[in-house]
């Protein structure tokens, strides 16, 4: 047997848990020797968030990679998305970033991605690590000791994200931003400096402690600071970021959240402005805002079900531009296919400048047009009843169309919904949208208690 490991921190795309109970170095030590081994790797990435117990788990794991004989670049305190992004540069065999993403401070954990940074997930690899430790599988020792070396990345990352747009044509907008005290603090000021905005920064001291709010912009009440800042300052547009700063958030001049639909239709925009006729990948669980805006501007929209390890294949076979999932993560094709939390901020602001239009204003018509519930979650007393609660939908709404891709999607003319089960927990997850907020307030009111029946 192997050491003893709480099997739980093992999730459908990442490892993450509560530091030192479920996670300790003795974890990370074996992870990173599991790591190399289940990928056959000669050559890693590893970097780290800003939380306390973040340098403790990423020297273990590098100390277990280099047991077993991998050299390590160790390129210190950066975001995820910049660990792709050297992955994928660099040709690395693989890499690790040490992060709990926007979990509070007491959770840390590993997103970890093989070759071109493509992610292990539940089905690819996080399965085959946690057996391999809990069965006594990890090999000792190799013959010879891998080497660390240190990296440094900032530089050539700012200047990667900032070919993505023409920074000549940002209009001085008046901008805040909260780094929710997490990476973007690291980035943001490297980026904003070559713009001609106005920016009021908030939570830009990285502190792991999160001592203003926690680093998830999702949850209304760590949005609170920059939704009072965007209206005391007559903002134009507020930018938050998660704690890896691999997602990123916007509110507009009313102090108005943003959703990930309307965000992505928007994104889908700007990049139809620069590649006429290009496709663009939604999740299913989207409105159709998305699907629409891609047909009016000639390019091919491709629905895909949720999870980035999914979403980086289908935009690979498709040689799509662009994909977007409701909860924030965004994918570029010219990022390698994979996620980025400052991409997506720069072509917002660009897409504004383009248009002339303030934020507000280019969200309002998508207001007026598509009214959606948001994800609403129920939870089970068991995952047994899924297949059940699903079966039940599918024979109550023969109506529609339905497709299976994820749980259960029904399509109506005025509405549509998809009901799917949590990767990681008893729930199950509605989102519906209808053309007009009574319709979708009385469909969502009529799933919901359904499936609480």
């Known amino acids: 047997m192997g050491p003893s490991v709480d099997t739980s921190i093992f999730k459908a795309y990442d490892v993450r848990g509560i530091y030192p109970s479920q996670i300790d170095e003795g974890v990370a030590r074996a992870i990173g020797a599991a790591f190399v081994d289940y990928l056959r790797a000669t050559r890693i990435a590893v970097g780290r968030d800003m939380r306390l ?12 990679a280099t047991s077993r004989g991998a050299d390590v670049v160790d390129y210190g305190m950066i975001p995820t998305d910049m660990l792709y992004f050297v992955v994928a540069r660099d040709r690395h065999d693989g890499g690790v970033e040490i992060t709990a993403s926007h979990n509070p401070k007491q959770y840390n954990g590993m997103k970890m991605v093989r070759q071109e940074a493509f992610p292990l997930s539940g089905d690819a690899g996080i399965s085959e690590i946690c057996d391999a430790i809990t069965s006594g599988r990890v090999p000792a020792a190799a013959g010879h000791r891998g080497l660390v070396t240190s990296g440094d990345l900032l530089d050539a990352y700012v200047e990667h994200v900032m070919s993505f ?10 901008v805040v931003l909260d780094a929710g005290s997490g990476m973007a603090g690291l980035v943001a000021p490297k980026l904003f400096s070559r713009l001609a905005c106005r920016t009021t920064r908030l939570c830009f001291d990285i502190d792991g402690r999160f001592p203003n709010h926690e680093a998830n912009p999702l949850i209304e009440e760590n949005r609170r600071d920059v939704v009072e800042r965007v209206i005391a300052e007559k903002a134009d547009i507020g930018i938050a970021w998660d704690g890896d700063a691999d997602r990123c958030f916007f509110v507009d001049g009313t102090g108005e959240f943003i959703s990930g639909d309307f965000v992505t239709a928007l ?20 409105s159709h805002a998305v699907r629409d805006t891609v047909a009016r501007y000639n390019g091919t929209s491709l ?20 994909g977007g999932e409701v909860t924030g993560h965004y994918y570029f094709r010219d990022n390698f296919y994979a996620d980025n939390g400052f991409i997506p901020a720069l072509l917002m602001l660009e897409l504004m400048s383009k ?11 998508l207001r007026r047009r598509y009214f959606i519930s948001g994800e609403i979650n129920t939870k089970l007393p068991s995952m047994d009843l899924v297949p059940h609660k699903l079966a039940q939908l599918a024979a109550r709404y023969t109506g529609g169309r339905q497709y299976d891709l994820d749980g259960i999607s029904v399509e109506y003319p005025d509405w549509h919904f998809n009901v799917r089960p949590s990767n990681t927990e008893p729930l199950l997850r509605l989102n519906l949208e209808a053309n007009s907020s009574e319709l979708m307030a009385q469909k969502r009111d009529e799933i919901i208690a359904l499936i609480r029946a």
Do not use: C, Q, W
């Open 165 to 174: 747009i023409d920074p000549a044509i940002i209009r001085p907008f008046n």
């Open 303 to 322: 629905m895909n079900r949720v999870g980035h390890a999914f979403f980086k294949r289908r935009m690979r076979e498709s040689n799509a531009v662009f």
């Open 267 to 286: 994104l889908a925009e700007a990049f139809l402005l620069k590649h006429p006729g290009a496709t663009v990948i939604y999740d299913l669980r989207a």
């Open 53 to 64: 117990s973040s340098p403790a788990l990423a020297a273990a794991f590098i100390d277990g």
């Open 355 to 365: 248009k002339g239009h303030s934020l507000h204003d280019l969200v309002e018509p």
